[in-house]
């Protein structure tokens, strides 16, 4: 059974930075690429990063880009999301999600979210 | 920018048919495969169509997408609908910089 576990959210001031996690399990991680995908408060989903199987590929979208950092540890089944220079529109549910093969294809599993919030 | 966009929203009785349309910006929607998720209030997304018109497994017949025709559109239709349908529904895919872009998302509501 396929299972993503987020860690990492929680409470951040304008500006600072947080690391979020996905530990993965019940498939071969290496082989899939993986997704973060965000939701604000009351809004639609927006895709935010993905990355490769083998982790040498990377897409951002245009309003994380320079300042989020998608990586994987294929050696400890984890999917990470490091955020720099957060700002308040980051506030949202983040979602980590497996992709369909190995490069960026569309996602099939999800995980339950980890909830950001950028306030002072 | 590349974008896709649906209906705010659909209702319908149970046991009817509703289709949901989700229509590419520019290009051809063709170009990649779209993905269909849904989403119960409270909960995390789940995938009900992927690679245009595939069905994960769980996911009951009822469920069908399509790909096509002049519009630009890919579109996911649920027949015999039950009050467990009612979520919202996205559609998803890629633009030509193979950055992923979701549609702003269906409320259906069954009624």
């Known amino acids: 059974e396929v299972q993503l576990l987020e860690s990492g959210g929680g409470l951040v001031q304008p500006g600072g930075s947080l690391r979020l996690s996905c530990a993965a399990s019940g498939f071969t991680f290496r082989n899939y690429a993986m997704n973060w995908v965000r939701q604000a408060p009351g809004k639609g989903l927006e895709w935010v990063s993905d990355i490769n199987g083998g982790g040498g590929s990377t897409n951002y979208a245009d309003s994380v880009k320079g300042r989020f950092t998608i990586s994987r540890d294929n050696s400890k089944n984890t999917l990470y999301l490091q955020m720099n220079s957060l700002r308040a529109e980051d506030t949202a549910v983040y979602y980590c999600?497996?992709?369909?093969?190995?490069?960026?294809?569309?996602?099939?599993?999800w995980g339950q979210g980890t909830l950001v919030t950028v306030s002072s | 920018n590349f974008m896709l966009t649906q209906p705010h929203s659909v209702s319908e009785s149970p046991g009817k048919t509703v289709t949901i349309s989700c229509t590419g910006s520019s290009g051809s929607i063709a170009s990649n495969y779209v993905q269909w998720y849904q989403q119960r209030p409270g909960s995390a997304p789940t995938t009900v169509i992927y690679e245009d018109s595939q069905r994960p497994s769980g996911v009951p017949d009822r469920f069908s997408g399509s790909i096509g025709g002049s519009s630009n559109s890919a579109s996911l239709t649920i027949s015999g609908l039950k009050t467990e349908d009612e979520a919202d529904y996205y559609c998803?895919?890629?633009?030509?910089?193979?950055?992923?872009?979701f549609g702003g998302g269906t409320k259906l509501t069954v009624l």
């Open positions: 999600a497996k992709d369909l093969s190995r490069d960026p294809r569309g996602m099939d599993y």
């Open positions: 998803q895919s890629y633009d030509s910089s193979h950055r992923g872009v």
